[in-house]
């Protein structure tokens, strides 16, 4: 009697840790990647279309679907 408790009781224990436990920590896990992506996103370097330096994709000038520079690079004033 006592043993098919004890079963009983480590096999509510496996299926609890199953579902419940791990559900939780996808959760955290993908808030935490969630924002590794948005941190590194925001660094992208992207190549100016005339002279080929890089430059992060915060600070470029973007003109007719081109990444440039500068203003003097994307013929803006």
Known sequence: MIFKI????????????????????????????????RDTDSDTMVEC?????????????IKDGKFYCSKECAGVK
């Open 6 to 37: 004890l079963v009983f009781g480590v096999v509510v224990f496996i299926v609890y840790t199953l579902f419940f436990k791990t559900s939780r920590g996808t959760v955290q896990n993908s808030a935490k990647t969630k924002k590794r992506k």
């Open 49 to 61: 279309a005339k002279c080929s330096v890089f430059v992060s994709e915060k600070e470029a000038i």
